[in-house]
């Protein structure tokens, strides 16, 4: 009978801790997740916000292009311009901090959807964010005295939209698989590739033409072949101040030996 009860005792206790466990086991994931948002909020609010708001006040903007020439002249002007723009909202800094959270929050889930990472692991998605805030403290006050200051919302924005670009592709991925048993699957995949080649050699003629034209006047130059420069300056639509530059060298140096020949 002793043994019995002890048996009955060691079950009851095994039951309850299973439960327990499962219990837990449930708990837990939900809420350590909102307890990580709670923390980047906090973070970005009353760790970090003094920072943040600070880099916001030497974040000048202005609708007027003329009055922001001199941030428009560098190689991401547009960029800084506009994201100086989103850098209003520290201003508040409660508000500024809950527009980061959402950015990296967002880009936390993106990349766990995009990995595909299970339940249990899916925590690990938020050391993409807190690398972001680690680069941040890394860079202190050089992230408003020597940085571009509306990079402070930049990174977080970037980071979003590569993100959400990487899920969307991975999820266009996963339903292409189901296409697998199809005929049709593989001149499908010929046909991405097609316009993917299609679209990298378009943008190199449509916003990389000049470089590569520079480049070749370049290599042309090494072999003192003026009269290929001049003509790969003349084949130019919209011409630069490198290639006209190399133009007038090729016509100076052209004419030369033109001289030293008579």
């Known amino acids: 009978m002793k043994s019995a009860k002890k048996k009955v005792g060691i079950s009851t206790s095994s039951t309850e801790t299973k439960k327990l466990g499962v219990s837990l086991a449930r708990i837990p994931y939900r809420w350590v997740h909102i307890m990580m948002v709670l923390l980047i909020y906090m973070f970005c609010t009353c760790v970090y916000g003094d920072v943040f708001q600070r880099a916001q006040q030497d974040c000048y903007v202005s609708t007027n292009a003329e009055y922001m020439t001199y941030l428009l002249r560098l190689p991401l002007g547009q960029f800084y311009w506009v994201m100086r723009f989103f850098m209003l909202v520290f201003k508040n ?18 990349l766990s959807k995009t990995i595909g990472l299970s339940r249990q692991w899916k925590l690990l998605a938020f050391l993409l964010p807190m690398s972001v805030l680690y680069f941040f403290v890394w860079r202190g006050v050089r992230l408003y005295f020597l940085d571009e200051p509306s990079l402070v919302l930049g990174v977080p924005v970037v980071l979003f939209i590569l993100m959400a670009l990487a899920t969307l592709v991975s999820t266009f991925f996963r339903k292409i698989n189901v296409l697998e048993n199809q005929k049709f699957a593989h001149w499908i995949s010929v046909l991405i590739i097609l316009i993917a080649s299609a679209v990298l050699v378009g943008s190199v003629y449509a916003f990389r033409e000049n470089d590569v034209v520079c480049a070749r006047m370049q290599n042309r130059m090494l072999k003192a072949d003026w009269e290929g420069i001049v003509d790969d300056a003349l084949s130019v639509k919209r011409g630069s101040r490198p290639i006209a530059a190399y133009y007038a060298i090729a016509l100076f140096s052209s004419r030369s030996t033109l001289k030293a020949s008579v």
């Open 93 to 110: 800094v409660w508000l500024g901090g809950a527009v980061m959270t959402i950015l990296l929050v967002g880009s936390a889930c993106c």
